[in-house]
């Protein structure tokens, strides 16, 4: 059974980074559509960056020019690289693997066509 685990949350002040990870077993990166969401307290839940099967990337507004989304196909781990964080970037960060719809894998993301969740990690950045 696929499973998907993030790690790399933590943290930080404004204008610091951190690196997300997402390990995935009973799944393989290389080749399938992945993606990130976040949710932060008394909010939505927020889809913020995607790579789709065929390679393509996209990115929310919020996070655009900040963030980088990568596979590392060798350990098999989808990352999400954090740049210039915000207070408002302060949310519980969630792997999401195995778009249903191949369509599905871009911005803007729904969570109901992904089929494996991870547990989340958090990121807090202060002010």
């Known amino acids: 059974q696929a499973m998907v685990a993030e790690s790399g949350g933590g943290s930080v002040q404004a204008g610091g980074s951190l690196r997300l990870s997402c390990a995935a077993s009973?799944?393989?990166?290389?080749?399938?559509?992945m993606a990130w969401f976040r949710q932060a307290p008394g909010k939505e839940g927020e889809g913020i960056a995607s790579?789709?099967?065929?390679?393509?990337?996209t990115y929310a507004a919020s996070v655009k020019g900040r963030f980088t989304i990568s596979k590392d196909k060798a350990k098999n781990i989808l990352d999400l690289q954090m740049n210039s964080l915000k207070p408002e970037d302060t949310a519980m960060y969630y792997c999401a693997a195995d778009p249903g719809l191949w369509a599905e894998c871009v911005i803007p993301l729904r969570g109901r066509y992904f089929g494996h969740w991870g547990q989340g990690t958090q990121v807090t950045v202060s002010s």
């Open positions: 009973g799944y393989t990166v290389s080749g399938n559509g």
């Open positions: 790579v789709r099967s065929d390679g393509r990337i």
